[in-house]
């Protein structure tokens, strides 16, 4: 069992920029990453990196203005993002799991934490 605690997000302009954490417990060093749903959205994946963090994914929406990166020590997962538009505007999710074909299959997730991008 692995529980997720997302923090970090909140209101900013075109153009800032925010940085999400999202603390695990329990079972951990498995993949992780982040998940988003706006209104009226299927939930897409967005970032996700394995356990030891070699590997990572981009969705090509984000590629070159997100970042994610963890650190085991602290059981934490970061998402950097950059450079944000209106259409990043969506509840994030963190979700831990299993890397299959390349991207995270998630097992387990978090409440979710609300970003907001005004144009």
């Known amino acids: 069992q692995v529980q997720l605690v997302e923090s970090g997000g909140g209101l900013v302009q075109t153009g800032g920029s925010l940085r999400l954490s999202c603390a695990a417990s329990?079972?951990?060093?498995?993949?992780m990453g982040w998940f988003r749903q706006a209104p009226g959205k299927v939930r897409e994946s967005v970032v996700g990196i394995t356990g030891s963090g070699e590997t990572t994914y981009y969705a090509d929406s984000v590629k070159g203005r997100f970042a994610i990166s963890r650190d085991n020590a602290k059981n934490t997962v970061y998402l950097q993002m950059n450079s944000l538009k209106p259409e990043d505007t969506a509840v994030y999710y963190c979700a831990a799991g299993l890397w299959v074909a390349g991207n995270l299959r998630p097992d387990w997730w978090g409440q979710g934490t609300q970003v907001t991008v005004s144009s």
């Open positions: 329990g079972r951990t060093f498995y993949a």
